[in-house]
């Protein structure tokens, strides 16, 4: 991170006023006092490494979570609506089987979780694990996205058996 003096100064006296404001707060003003003072800006890096670096979230993989969390409110609606007697019908495997998506490797996680934890969209999904720990959920969501698509144009209402059947098993 390279800083000019007058942001140096800027960052130093805001840092003052949190510090002197007594509230509590998730970067510590004292630290980064200390970093500005003796121009450890990478130490500030290390320390914050969420706030700085990276690239800006590629509006196609926003796009692409808000259709895979849509597929999957409606694939749970349409669950939910077919008759208990029914169920036998469709494969265990693949009832409730939204597991989120890869933390380590995947930016659709963090999208994920902004949606549904800061904006409250798709709040079914609010409190479970959004964690898949496994790099072959996005593919397999791809896939039955692109057969979830190609039955659902125009479409409106829940999934029948034979469609849920499809998109899974195709």
Not at 77 to 87: F, R, T, V
């Amino acid at each position: 991170m390279q800083i000019s003096d007058g942001e140096r100064l800027i960052a130093y006296m805001l840092a003052e006023l949190m510090e002197k404001s007594g509230e509590q707060f998730d970067i510590d003003p004292a630290f980064i006092k200390s970093a500005l003072a003796n121009q450890d800006e990478w130490a500030i890096e290390w320390k914050c490494p969420g706030i700085f670096g990276g690239d800006p979230t590629e509006q196609e993989v926003i796009d692409e979570t808000c259709k895979i969390l849509t597929m999957w409110r409606v694939i749970d609606n349409s669950i939910d609506q077919i008759p208990e007697e029914q169920l036998p019908e469709l494969p265990d495997e693949y009832l409730r089987q939204f597991e989120g998506f890869d933390l380590n490797n995947d930016p659709h996680y963090s999208v994920a979780e902004v949606l549904i934890e800061q904006l409250d969209r798709f709040q079914e999904r609010a409190g479970m694990g959004l964690n898949s720990h496994s790099s072959g959920s996005l593919p397999r969501y791809r896939a039955l996205l692109e057969r979830f698509d190609a039955i659902r144009e125009g479409q409106m209402g829940p999934l029948s058996i034979e469609q849920l059947n499809y998109i899974f098993n195709n």
